[in-house]
Structures are given as structure tokens and as C-alpha cells.
């Protein structure tokens, strides 16, 4: 038996669902254009990163208004149980596929809250075909859905996401980041872009 007080929570209802004066911003110009690649925001990063041997490799597509597409195929490095995808491991690749939505607002920002149903099992070998979008901003907060489906991007549903993403500035990253790591980012390709697209300076 644990108290409550060994576990804070926020208490009330689900925050991810955006109140009814949240706003659906423009599309920020700069943002890749519908069908363009949303490409990585860091090299090293074990959902979208390319320097990763057991890494997810999700790759993301920008689509109408503020929505995108993103897949990744589950490997063996990817199991939980045998032969399934790891439920915690598809959490993350919807975490990255929703977060890579800010890049379409050109705001950097953070995961606040991140909520997945899963439906059905992923197999590994299985592709999994992403649909995100942004649902309403409020001040500093994004609220986001998405859609997991198996095999084709009209395929079966496997899982159902929500998120909030808090809107950070850049210091975020520099200031809490191990500080070896920030310093090689600097040098990053991906990173160097990201920046570059969210008009910020490192
Ligand atoms: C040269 C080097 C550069 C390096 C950078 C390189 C690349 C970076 C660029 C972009 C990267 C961006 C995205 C990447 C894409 C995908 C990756 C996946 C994203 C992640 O994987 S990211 C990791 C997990 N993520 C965290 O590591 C966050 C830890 N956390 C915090 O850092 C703070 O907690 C923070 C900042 C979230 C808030 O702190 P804060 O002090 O700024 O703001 P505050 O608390 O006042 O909240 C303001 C309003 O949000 C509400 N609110 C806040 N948190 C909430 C929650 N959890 N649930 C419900 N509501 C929440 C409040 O209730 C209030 O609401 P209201 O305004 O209505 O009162």
C-alpha cells in the first residue's frame, strides 16, 4: 500500500484535451511544405535520429494545415514481449511523431503530458503509419492527437495518442542538457538545422 503523497499528481481531468477558447494558429511560412520531410531534430535522438544502431528511424512527412505523417518499421532491437513491439517504446515514437508538430509552428517546446491507448499488438517486421495534428494552442500550451495504424496509412488501428507540449525557449535544452552533449550538438547536423528552422539562437 503506498500513500498518495509518494506519487504527486495534478489531479482533475485528462489535460490534454484543449479548452474551448484554444486557437488553431497559421502555419509558421518557414515550415516545410506539405509532402516535405520534417527532418530530425537531433542525430542522436533514439526515435529520429540517424546515428543510432537500435534506434527507431521514424520518418516524418509535413502535411496540410498543421498535421504530418511519420513511419517507422518495429526491428528486433524493438520487442517487449517476443515478436511484439515494446508498448513503451511505440509511447516514444509517439512522442517524437507529435512533437515533430511544433517544427510546424516553429516553436520549440516539451512534452507536458503524453497519453497512448493501445489497440492492438505490433508485430515486429510490422510498419507502423503515424497521423498527427495539432487540435489547439493556448498561450504557451499544444494540444495534439494521433493515430497509429499497421501496414498502411489506412490499415488497421493499432494505437491512439494525445499530448501536450509546453513551449520552451531554447535555454531549455542548453541549460538542463548534459553539458558535453549540448557542446557536441553545436557541431550537429541536425541540430544546426532545427535551430536554423525555429529562428532561434543557440
Ligand atoms: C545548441 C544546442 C541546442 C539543443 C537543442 C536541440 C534541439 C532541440 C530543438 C527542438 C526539440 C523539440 C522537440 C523535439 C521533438 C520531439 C522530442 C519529444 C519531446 C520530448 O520528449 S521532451 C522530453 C520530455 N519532457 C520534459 O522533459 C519536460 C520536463 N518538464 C519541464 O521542463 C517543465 O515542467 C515544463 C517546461 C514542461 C513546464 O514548466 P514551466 O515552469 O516552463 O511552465 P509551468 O509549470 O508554469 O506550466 C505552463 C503551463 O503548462 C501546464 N503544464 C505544465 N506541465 C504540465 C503537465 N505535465 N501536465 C499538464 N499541464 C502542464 C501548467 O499547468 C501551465 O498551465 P497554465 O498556463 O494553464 O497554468
Not at 549540448?182 to 532545427?194: L, P, T
Request: charged share 20%.
Amino acid at each position: 500500500m503506498t500513500s498518495d503523497a509518494a506519487i504527486p499528481s495534478r489531479g482533475g481531468l485528462l489535460p490534454t484535451t484543449p479548452p474551448a477558447d484554444a486557437v488553431l494558429p497559421e502555419r509558421n511560412p518557414n515550415a516545410p511544405a506539405p509532402g516535405q520531410p520534417i527532418p530530425s531534430h537531433y542525430t542522436r535522438c533514439f526515435v529520429c535520429g540517424d546515428d543510432h544502431d537500435a534506434g527507431l528511424r521514424l520518418e516524418v512527412i509535413a502535411g496540410e494545415g498543421l498535421s504530418l505523417t511519420g513511419s517507422f518499421t518495429v526491428s528486433e532491437h524493438h520487442q517487449g514481449a517476443p515478436g511484439l513491439a515494446h508498448g513503451g517504446l511505440l509511447t516514444a515514437a509517439f512522442d517524437d511523431a507529435l512533437g515533430s508538430l511544433n517544427w510546424l509552428l516553429s516553436a520549440p517546446a516539451v512534452t507536458g503530458r503524453l497519453e497512448t491507448d493501445f489497440r492492438r499488438p505490433v508485430p515486429v517486421g510490422s510498419t507502423l503509419h503515424i497521423r498527427a495534428e495539432v487540435v489547439g494552442v493556448k498561450g504557451r500550451k499544444v494540444f495534439t492527437k494521433a493515430v497509429g495504424r499497421l501496414g498502411s496509412a489506412d490499415g488497421p488501428v493499432a494505437l491512439t495518442a494525445a499530448a501536450l507540449f509546453i513551449q520552451v525557449p531554447i535555454e531549455h535544452f542548453t541549460s538542463n542538457g548534459r553539458p558535453e552533449d549540448v557542446a557536441k550538438a553545436r557541431e550537429d547536423r541536425a541540430v544546426r538545422r532545427s535551430v536554423e528552422n525555429l529562428e532561434v539562437n543557440p
